[in-house]
């Protein structure tokens, strides 16, 4: 079956075919991360819809929005290589009317580790992939452990608001040298590269030691070697499910996640890890 571009609803519609659905929601710039997604989004469900959607409403007012990387034709390429069924690539102002009044709210979590820096931003985020799934009805809905925080939230929406979607989160995909992969990535200089991989490095790092002290305190070490090019936003060590710092003497599972800036590009990353109680 030939790739089938759906601009809206109708199109959708026409495009569904019987058994289950899979849904990948993407802001495109597509790379192997994304390929990673499509690939359990192929092997579980009969159909998968890619949607391609640069939203404007997960954009603070100083980011990036105008600049974000647009490269339709070659995510269709891609999607077309992987065998996607759907890319779902709306007009903007077919997603949002003028006179919009109604939107999700991320609550107190929305506003912890990444959204302290990026206010608004989770409330854009769970907007649209609401809408996403109203729009494309998936039965299973695939997104990046890389934005822990975003599938953290997508996972508490769908929780909260009883929305009959399975959320199956896929590990991060990072190069040979550490670096996690991101559309933001072709932003950066060789040697914005080269100071970046400190925040891979500095997960590692703390991901070899036990204790949620030690491991604060190991991570921090890299990230304050890397000197001034590397603008730290925050390091957090935190509940995955609540993105609230886990105390010193924690033990369970936790996130480490970091964010920084280099040069104009801001990176975040995480690792998963399980700590012994102090
Ligand atoms: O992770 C992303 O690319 C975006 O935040 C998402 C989930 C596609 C919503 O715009």
């Not at 302290?116 to 996403?132: C, E, I, N, S």
């Not at 929305?163 to 040697?191: F, H, K, M, Q, W």
Request: glycine fraction near 8%; charge should be negative; proline fraction near 5%.
């Amino acid at each position: 079956m030939d790739l089938i571009v759906a601009r809206n609803r109708e199109d959708l519609v026409k495009a569904r075919r019987a058994g289950t659905v899979a849904l990948v929601p993407t802001m495109g710039a597509l790379h192997e991360g994304h390929m990673s997604l499509i690939r359990q989004a192929r092997v579980r469900a009969d159909q998968v819809v890619v949607s391609v959607f640069v939203n404007p409403l997960q954009f603070t007012p100083n980011e990036d929005f105008s600049r974000y990387p647009r490269t339709f034709d070659a995510d269709l390429d891609a999607c077309r290589t992987e065998g996607v069924d759907v890319v779902f690539h709306p007009a903007a102002e077919d997603m949002y009317a003028l006179d919009r009044q109604v939107g999700i709210s991320s609550g107190e979590m929305g506003a912890r580790v990444e959204g302290v820096f990026r206010p608004g931003h989770f409330d854009g985020v769970l907007t649209v992939v609401l809408k996403l799934f109203n729009l494309v009805r998936p039965d299973l809905a695939v997104f990046g452990q890389k934005d822990a925080q975003q599938l953290a939230l997508i996972r508490r929406m769908v929780t909260d608001l009883d929305l009959p979607i399975e959320i199956l989160g896929v590990p991060t995909v990072r190069e040979p040298d550490g670096l996690a992969l991101s559309s933001r990535n072709r932003y950066l200089s060789e040697d914005d590269r080269r100071v970046a991989l400190a925040l891979s490095r500095a997960l590692r790092t703390g991901a070899a030691q036990f204790t949620a002290a030690t491991i604060r305190a190991a991570a921090q070490e890299v990230l304050d070697a890397a000197g001034p090019d590397l603008g730290v936003d925050y390091l957090a060590l935190v509940d995955p499910a609540t993105f609230t710092e886990v105390g010193d003497d924690f033990g369970g599972v936790a996130v480490l996640a970091v964010a920084a800036r280099v040069g104009g590009t801001r990176l975040i990353d995480n690792v998963t890890l399980t700590l012994n109680p102090a």
